[in-house]
């Protein structure tokens, strides 16, 4: 059985909306042999979380403050987003953290108000094609119509994210480089979805991340032997500094 790749997963709220405070726990999971550093995006979230971090300046901090750890946004709603600005931000921060950046992108929802009230599209379908059409054109920028290109070849890795049951994103995630199924309720279901996307990609299409977040402490061997790749320890929607740092210092062995 393969060892996964282990990540630190937080939604950068409240006492974590301070970008030196995310820096400095990436800092400290690089230290400690940890793999990953990814982040919430959000413009708003629903009580009691309260204070919001902008996650790419985020990300910023926390490229600046590392040299090794992956990280990125998880996840990203393109149809939310000008696609063009999208992806100067996605090349200028794989610039400049070395081409260690992974772009996590999804469907998004209404779900905390952040779309309707601002004007945002809110109909499920529309989002879904502005979704597809996003990813597309950023492949597309990357590809050279923008310089300068992205540092990692053949382009900056695209986990999709999909809420369990739904299909439609297993499929979408089929023609990038991972799926991040939310709402797993077990193994099983992980298991299910691996057999799913080696029927849709075939046997010869390249490597392709399985992730999956859980909390601290969480029993890891079923997860992997059901296919996960990377196995994130992530928070509630209001993570306090001690406990991510609990976990940080107990290492990406302790589960």
């Not at 910023?60 to 600005?85: I, M, N, Q």
């Not at 950023?138 to 994210?161: D, K, M, S, T």
């Not at 797993?184 to 080696?198: D, I, V």
Request: aromatic letters at 8%.
């Amino acid at each position: 059985m393969t060892a996964p790749a282990r990540g630190i997963f937080v939604a950068p709220f409240d006492e974590l909306a301070d970008p030196r405070r995310l820096a400095s726990l990436a800092a400290a999971a690089e230290d400690r042999g940890w793999d990953g550093f990814f982040v919430w995006d959000h413009i708003r979230y629903s009580a009691p979380a309260d204070a919001v971090a902008d996650p790419w300046i985020a990300l910023s901090a926390v490229a600046t403050a590392t040299e090794r750890l992956r990280l990125g946004p998880l996840v990203t709603p393109p149809s939310r987003r000008r696609v063009h600005k999208l992806a100067r931000e996605t090349v200028t921060l794989d610039h400049l953290s070395g081409g260690r950046l992974i772009f996590g992108a999804g469907l998004g929802s209404d779900r905390h108000g952040e779309l309707g009230p601002f004007g945002e599209v809110t109909d499920d379908r529309e989002r879904a094609r502005l979704l597809d059409a996003g990813l597309d054109r950023l492949a597309a920028y990357w590809a050279g119509e923008f310089q300068p290109q992205p540092l990692q070849r053949p382009r900056i890795p695209v986990w999709l994210a999909g809420r369990w049951p739904n299909r439609r994103p297993v499929r979408r995630a089929a023609r990038w480089d991972g799926l991040f199924p939310i709402d797993l309720p077990g193994p099983e279901a992980l298991a299910e979805l691996a057999g799913e996307l080696r029927e849709k990609r075939g046997e010869d299409a390249g490597p392709f991340d399985l992730v999956v977040t859980n909390p601290p402490g969480t029993e890891l061997a079923p997860w992997v032997e059901a296919g996960a790749t990377w196995c994130l320890t992530g928070f509630d929607s209001q993570p306090r500094e001690a406990e991510v740092i609990e976990a940080i210092e107990a290492g990406p062995g302790a589960a």
